[in-house]
C-alpha cells in the first residue's frame, strides 16, 4: 500500500529566503509524484510532477523538487520565498491499481511568509 | 475557460436534509471525482468516475453517491446529512485514468458544507 509523510505540518520562512517542504513517500512499485499549492479559500493546482524521467523537476512559481529513491523522498524547494507563496502544499504519491489511478494525498503543510 | 465548477460555494444543512453539489468540467475529461477535505487529514477520495456511465467507490463513500449520465457532470447527492459530513468538498477532473497525464488534477474552488 502506498502513503505520503508530510514531515511538517507548518512553516515559517521569511521573504528573500529559501523554503524546503519535505516529503515522505512509500510505494510497492515505481510511483509518480506530485507537488499541489493551494491559496486561502481555493482550490487545488498542480505545482509540478515527477513522472520517471528526470529527477529534478522544475514547477510554477519557481518551486522545484527533486526524487531520491534511496531516500523514499521528494522535498519542495524554492530558493527565495516570496508573499504570495503563503499557502498550503500537498505532497501526493500515484499509483495504478487494478489499472485505476490511486492517488493518496499527505495531510499537508502550512507555509508562512514572514515580512 | 471556465474549468471545474462547483455549486453551491456554502450551504447549511440540518442533520437527515438531503442535498446534492453539483460539478461541471468543460475539459472533455473522462476522470471526474469528488474529494472531502478536513483539518490534518489531506483530502480523501469519496467516488470517482473513469468515464460515462462508469462510477465507483473511493476511501470513504458511506452516506453518499454519485452519477455520470454526462461526461461534463458529476454530482455528489448527500442522502441524509450527519455533522459527520461537515466538511469542504472538492471536485476534480482529469484526462484519462491510468493515461499519460495520470495524477494531473484540475480542481473545482471547493464547496463548503456545514451539517448541524
Known amino acids: 500500500a502506498q502513503s505520503v509523510t508530510q514531515l511538517d505540518s507548518h512553516v515559517s520562512v521569511s521573504e528573500g529566503t529559501p523554503v524546503l517542504l519535505r516529503c515522505n513517500y512509500s510505494s510497492s512499485y515505481s510511483p509518480s509524484l506530485f507537488w499541489y499549492v493551494q491559496h486561502p479559500n481555493k482550490g487545488l493546482q498542480l505545482l509540478l510532477k515527477y513522472t520517471s524521467a528526470a529527477t529534478l523537476v522544475k514547477g510554477i512559481n519557481g518551486f522545484e523538487a527533486e526524487f531520491k529513491k534511496s531516500e523514499t523522498s521528494f522535498h519542495l524547494t524554492k530558493p527565495s520565498a516570496h508573499m504570495s507563496d503563503a499557502a498550503e502544499y500537498f505532497c501526493?504519491?500515484?499509483?495504478?491499481?487494478?489499472?485505476?489511478?490511486?492517488?493518496?494525498f499527505g495531510t499537508g503543510t502550512r507555509l508562512t511568509i514572514i515580512p | 475557460n471556465a474549468g471545474v465548477t462547483q455549486t453551491p460555494k456554502f450551504q447549511v444543512l440540518k442533520t437527515g436534509q438531503s442535498m446534492t453539489l453539483q460539478c461541471a468540467q468543460d475539459m472533455n475529461h473522462e476522470y471526474m471525482s469528488w474529494y472531502r477535505q478536513d483539518p490534518g487529514m489531506g483530502l480523501r477520495l469519496i467516488h470517482y468516475s473513469v468515464g460515462a456511465g462508469i462510477t465507483d467507490q473511493g476511501e470513504v463513500p458511506n452516506g453518499y453517491n454519485v452519477s455520470r449520465s454526462t461526461t461534463e457532470d458529476f454530482p455528489l447527492r448527500l442522502l441524509s446529512a450527519a455533522p459527520s459530513q461537515t466538511s469542504v468538498y472538492f471536485c476534480?477532473?482529469?484526462?484519462?485514468?491510468?493515461?499519460?497525464?495520470?495524477?494531473?488534477?484540475?480542481f473545482g474552488e471547493g464547496s463548503r458544507l456545514t451539517v448541524l
Open positions: 501526493v504519491v500515484s499509483d495504478l491499481d487494478f489499472g485505476n489511478e490511486k492517488l493518496t
Open positions: 476534480a477532473s482529469s484526462y484519462r485514468a491510468g493515461g499519460p497525464n495520470t495524477g494531473e488534477l484540475f
